[in-house]
């Protein structure tokens, strides 16, 4: 599975607000318990908009832990080395190795993550892809109502597409996306590396304040000859206030100011003000929105063909556009299903500049607590993605993209697990002739093995 920090999103997606927040219970709580740390409490009710880059696992007694896997599967739609699209067997291998620390009083915090795959493609070795990501997360509380949070994430990627197609986030989030989730990247090698700083303070007993700044690179190389890829470059900076205005509301504005260059003459300004609202309906129910606008300040050179010449034109470009989101959970004794919508703009994943990015997600799980109890763990999801291109170059761009996912885990021993996986993308460029267009479904099973730590306590990791 490729490594992935899960970000605030949706996605994903990927960082929390943590114990300055979780330390008395009119405090807004995270995400999910299952994401939270070791301080949160088992009662919390979610409140997804709030979540936050770089959730922290649940720490525990032993400090290593050490997974293997070996896959093997079909791949419908893999791409030999001249990109055409041909049907293959394969062997994914792979390896899990996470380390943390805790120091006195349970007040610091340190937590490191890497994951290594590779898909082995028997008859077209040539195309066989690799993945490495490394994950860092550095948690200190000076004091009860402080907390510090130190997050950075790489990936190094080569081959096509992802190793694995990937849903959305599980939530929506008001905060900057940093990245575009609902984008392939083809024929490319790439590198990401994202690394954010978060500082949260408890105002009052019903109140909280995070400011964040992010800071992203991501970088491609050998490049296909049917694509052009942006090298990006990402500075993010912004706050976001909570306040609890009875047992079951929640709400709070969130500012931002985004920076954005695409290789060597394109750069983006942007600026987001939201506001965001968060209602636990029910011990079962669980609706969130949010609305606001966003500001986006783009200056870009393209070439236009004009008289049979390719000329170099300059454009800037200042306009205002809605940013909205909502999700809505239910949740039963065997079944969690959640619905979630968003539109923001965003950047293009390396294949445009900024776009107007939409998306719709269903996603059903058994709840952790049933999955325990079935030693099974069942997650579907289906999602629609857009990308509407901003950049006048591309007036015209969009990028559609459609995923579904199902994984299914047996959990054999207390150090064995069983896997089955089907995930499916199908990406569709209009009017971006450099672009071509891809489908993938990726069908494996697969054992995992632990090494090293504690018996396994989910399913999968």
């Known amino acids: 599975m490729r490594f992935q920090l899960q970000f605030a999103l949706v996605l994903p997606v990927l960082f929390s607000f943590a114990a300055a927040q979780q330390s008395t219970p009119s405090a807004p709580p995270p995400a999910s318990s299952s994401q939270s740390s070791s301080s949160s409490s088992s009662n919390n009710i979610p ?42 067997e394969l062997i994914e ?33 040539a195309v066989n892809q690799g993945s490495q990501g490394l994950a860092f997360h550095a948690e200190v509380q000076p004091s009860v109502r402080w907390d510090v949070r130190l997050n950075n994430g790489t990936t190094m990627e080569s081959g096509l597409l992802f190793l694995t197609p990937h849903a959305q986030a599980d939530v929506v989030t008001v905060q900057p996306l940093a990245g575009n989730p609902g984008v392939a990247t083809p024929y490319a090698s790439q590198w990401d590396n994202i690394t954010r700083l978060d500082a949260s303070y408890q105002t009052s007993q019903n109140g909280s304040v995070d400011v964040f700044s992010s800071y992203r690179l991501q970088r491609f190389r050998n490049v296909g000859a049917n694509a052009s890829l942006l090298d990006s470059t990402d500075f993010t900076t912004g706050a976001t206030y909570v306040y609890r205005m009875a047992r079951n509301w929640w709400v709070g504005p969130t500012m931002s100011f985004e920076r954005l260059r695409f290789g060597d003459a394109s750069n983006a300004g942007l600026t987001t003000a939201s506001g965001a609202l968060t209602w636990q309906a029910s011990p079962v129910w669980t609706l969130v929105g949010f609305a606001g606008a966003q500001y986006v300040n783009l200056n870009q050179q393209f070439q236009q063909n004009l008289f049979g010449s390719l000329v170099t034109i300059q454009s800037d470009s200042k306009n205002w556009h809605p940013q909205m989101g909502g999700s809505v959970e239910r949740r039963w004794d065997w079944l969690s299903a959640t619905l979630s919508a968003q539109r923001s703009i965003t950047d293009g994943g390396g294949l445009l500049t900024t776009v107007t990015d939409t998306f719709e997600q269903l996603k059903l799980a058994l709840p952790q607590d049933a999955a325990q109890a079935l030693g099974w763990q069942i997650d579907w999801y289906l999602s629609n993605n857009s990308s509407r291109s901003l950049s006048p170059g591309f007036s015209q761009g969009v990028i559609r993209d459609q995923r579904a996912g199902l994984t299914i885990s047996r959990r054999l021993s207390d150090r064995s697990a069983l896997e089955f996986s089907d995930q499916f993308v199908r990406q569709r460029a209009v009017g971006l002739p450099n672009i071509d267009s891809a489908t993938r479904n990726i069908a494996t099973v697969g054992l995992s093995f632990r090494l090293a730590g504690p018996p396994q306590g989910s399913i999968s990791q």
Do not use: C
């Open 93 to 125: 291998p792979g390896a899990h190795v996470s380390w943390h620390q805790e120091a006195w009083m349970e007040r610091e915090q340190v937590y490191v993550d890497y994951d290594g795959d590779g898909v082995i493609y028997p008859r077209f070795s």
């Open 47 to 88: 409140v997804p908009w709030l979540q936050a880059i770089g959730a922290v696992p649940t720490l525990i007694d032993d400090p290593w832990i050490v997974d293997l896997k070996l896959r093997t599967g079909d791949d419908g739609n893999v791409f030999n080395v001249a990109h055409n699209a041909v049907n293959s």
